[in-house]
């Protein structure tokens, strides 16, 4: 019952407010309604949590009536995912400005997207998880194309169009695998998982997988629409993506890539390791001389997400629990982020570097969580992508000695252009542009709450996410 009020509440607020009857006050309709969601997702977060081997599960069938069997299931994996999407999307909606244009619709959007969201982690057959990851592309799309900047419409084309073709190559994916399944043949993940898939079948298995996730996360080289999309979306729609629906893609390594194609994985990460990992440092070196806050934090996120990916890839516990652990972290660290990125230009109208500086001096609060969320996402210990960031590199270590020591340098490389970027902003005179920046409000001091306060948790007690996920890995 739970996880079907986790999909459904969302989904009946997002149908409320299209009919436009909440007028002026569809943003508070949408954010009374996402907390309940997160409520309900944190008492079923602790029954998973309390009993991480047995998890919720909810089996509508509904083969008498449309040869259906919708089967959900929330377990240690997606609990985690479940919790990021309905702790960030309160933050997302409380941080929009209330003079948005077509406001109902808007609201609506997101929470459309979350139902989707709460749905992707929360299937357990592979049609549902494939409509569940369709329906969360078209909020996205319409956000972009209706509400974003320059291009916005040609930039959320070029989105769709990629994130298609990978979706493409899933589909294949899923109707191949369900003809492997004995008769009567199923597309339920546990049917999946028990085929023993030769060798040679899990070469174009592990291909049309990894193309759908890595151009979902996304991974280079196919990555080329996220800086655009992020720097066209407005910045709730940045958030969006950032925060979680890339966590899609790597959610999928996790759940299908590895247990399906794990002699492929195990004997080909080789080769596509270095790949990744060769984007992870282009990603780095771009963000350092990167003059564009929003670009910078693009391409910031480019080269964490492909760091999760090399954990995850190493296949070894200590890579895969890091690489899960980093998504949930990065999920907040990144959404903290683009906060500060949107209170910054809400008050100086740029978001151009090289016209920022001294903010420090005028709004010491604000400085003060910037910095915050800038050491976690540089790794220092005592937040939560230290954790993460080492059982990766330990995994790496484990797998292969060369790539750990590269994929370590690339991490004092995001310390640089994160410091670099912290120094001219807050730092030096002060510009016309923040001759009069105010600190934080109250209310936008609020809104980091909840992120700060993950960033300790996570980070100084992690062990009550690992134990969950030592299941999950074995």
């Given at each position: 019952?739970?996880?079907?009020?986790?999909?459904?509440?969302?989904?009946?607020?997002?149908?409320?407010?299209?009919?436009?009857?909440?007028?002026?006050?569809?943003?508070?309709?949408?954010?009374?309604?996402?907390?309940?969601?997160?409520?309900?997702?944190?008492?079923?977060?602790?029954?998973?949590?309390?009993?991480?081997?047995?998890?919720?599960?909810?089996?509508?069938n509904l083969e008498q009536i449309m040869g259906l069997n919708i089967a959900l299931k929330m377990d240690a994996l997606s609990v985690l995912f479940v919790i990021l999407t309905t702790l960030l999307v309160p933050i997302i909606l409380a941080s929009t400005d209330r003079n948005k244009r077509r406001p109902a619709s808007f609201f609506a959007l997101i929470m459309l997207m979350q139902s989707a969201l709460v749905g992707v982690f929360t299937a357990s057959d592979m049609i549902l998880f494939y409509i569940f990851w369709e329906f969360a592309l078209l909020p996205i799309f319409f956000i972009t194309a209706r509400w974003g900047g320059e291009n916005s419409r040609r930039i959320s084309i070029k989105f769709?169009?990629?994130?298609?073709?990978?979706?493409?190559?899933?589909?294949?994916?899923?109707?191949y695998l369900y003809t492997l399944t004995p008769a009567p043949h199923s597309f339920s993940f546990d049917s999946f998982y028990q085929l023993h898939i030769p060798y040679a079948a899990q070469i174009p298995l592990f291909l049309a997988f990894f193309l759908a996730f890595a151009i979902k996360i996304p991974l280079f080289p196919f990555h080329s629409w996220q800086v655009e999309t992020y720097n066209a979306s407005p910045v709730q729609g940045s958030m969006l993506l950032a925060g979680i629906m890339l966590k899609m893609g790597l959610y999928g390594i996790v759940r299908f890539l590895i247990p399906l194609c794990h002699d492929v994985v195990a004997n080909g990460s080789l080769y596509v390791l270095p790949i990744i990992l060769f984007g992870v440092i282009y990603g780095a070196i771009i963000a350092i001389n990167q003059p564009n806050l929003k670009k910078l934090i693009a391409f910031a996120s480019l080269a964490h997400v492909g760091i999760i990916a090399l954990g995850l890839l190493s296949n070894n516990a200590y890579g895969i629990e890091g690489g899960i652990l980093q998504m949930f972290s990065h999920g907040v660290n990144i959404v903290g982020f683009f906060l500060c990125y949107y209170i910054i230009v809400k008050r100086t109208k740029t978001d151009n570097i090289s016209q920022l500086g001294g903010i420090a001096r005028v709004a010491p609060r604000f400085a003060t969580i910037f910095m915050i969320i800038l050491l976690a996402n540089v790794a220092l210990p005592l937040t939560n992508s230290f954790v993460g960031e080492f059982l990766i590199l330990l995994g790496l270590f484990t797998y292969n000695k060369v790539l750990a020591v590269i994929a370590g340098l690339t991490i004092i490389l995001g310390a640089v252009y994160m410091l670099k970027m912290y120094q001219r902003i807050m730092y030096g005179e002060k510009k016309p542009s923040t001759e009069n920046f105010s600190d934080l409000t109250l209310k936008e001091t609020l809104l980091f709450v909840p992120i700060i306060f993950s960033v300790f948790l996570v980070g100084i007690y992690p062990s009550f996410i690992l134990q969950m996920l030592q299941g999950v890995v074995k």
């Open positions: 019952m739970i996880i079907v009020l986790l999909i459904i509440l969302p989904l009946i607020t997002s149908l409320f407010l299209f009919t436009g009857k909440a007028g002026q006050q569809s943003k508070t309709v949408a954010f009374v309604a996402s907390l309940i969601v997160f409520v309900i997702a944190m008492l079923g977060g602790y029954d998973v949590w309390a009993a991480p081997g047995t998890g919720l599960v909810a089996n509508l769709l169009i990629y994130t298609v073709i990978g979706s493409f190559f899933m589909l294949v994916a899923i109707l």
